[in-house]
């Protein structure tokens, strides 16, 4: 993962570089995401799943996916209390903490980092519980800080459940559990490209994002949410793995999507609905960066 973590931070760098160069905008994002997410992602999560190992203990992955993220927003409301921040500031700082990226940059950073982890355990923390998460939680937090009355986005919910990860997701298990376990090669290996191509992507869009103008205003909130999202949510995933009886890669696996940066969709939902888009943006960006250092010394601690 170190290697992998370097490869991912030097992308990052490139993408920052090609929005300083011209080469490319923060307008350019939104073509990235759309090729990440109904192009390369399927196929990425459609391999994970055809070729995974499935066990039992794969249920109990969400539930800690869920046990994590309401502890971590239980703790940030505490502690926006506590400091008396005003809503648009508090609820940034919640969704900032409590929410990680575990599909565009937890999928595809364990995919390309070899022994140690269940990549299927990574899709099903995912899919089951963050991509939920993002449309309940997320956007009930972003509601009631924002300034309207706190809601469930429930067409948005049932969008992003129709996706074509989820449906991936979905394919894959059923043609695991059909007996297959082995594509032809015509098949099997534009898909291993496919899938190649998210780590990549994914990085490059985040460097679009890299802005470290304007930080100094929001760096108590940035630093609390880093310490959180880096270092103590992986305390927890390790708690909360332990408690549910999880071993091994799926232990591994649960503790590294605890501890991964802020999710992207936090900005997109919590400005959208009137949070502070400085605190969010900041958080990302920082989080991101920050994230291809802690990693590698989480996993070194694990195996």
Known sequence: MTETAFAALVMILAGAVARRTGLLSRDDGHVLVNIVIYI?????????????ELESSLILVPIAGYLIHFSLLALAYVSTRVRGMERPRAGAVMVASAVGNTGFFGIPLIAASGAGFS?????????????VITWTSTVMVSTAFGGDAPHIDVKALGRALLLPPNLALAAGLAVNMAGVDDLPALIERPLELLGAAVLPLVMIYAGLLVELRGLG???????????????????LGLGVAMALGLEGDTLNTVVVMAAMPTAMM???LGANYGLRSDILAGAVVVTTVLATLTLPAIRALLL
Do not use: N, Q, W
Not at 40 to 52: G, Q
Not at 217 to 235: D, K, M, N, P, Q
């Open 119 to 131: 990549l299927a355990a990574a899709v099903m923390y995912d899919a089951l519980a963050t991509g």
């Open 266 to 268: 936090s900005l997109v």
């Open 217 to 235: 205003r929001v760096l108590g909130e940035i630093g609390y949410v880093t310490v959180v999202r880096l270092g103590l949510a992986a305390l």
């Open 40 to 52: 390369a992602m399927p196929a990425l999560i459609f391999l994970i799943l055809l070729r995974a």
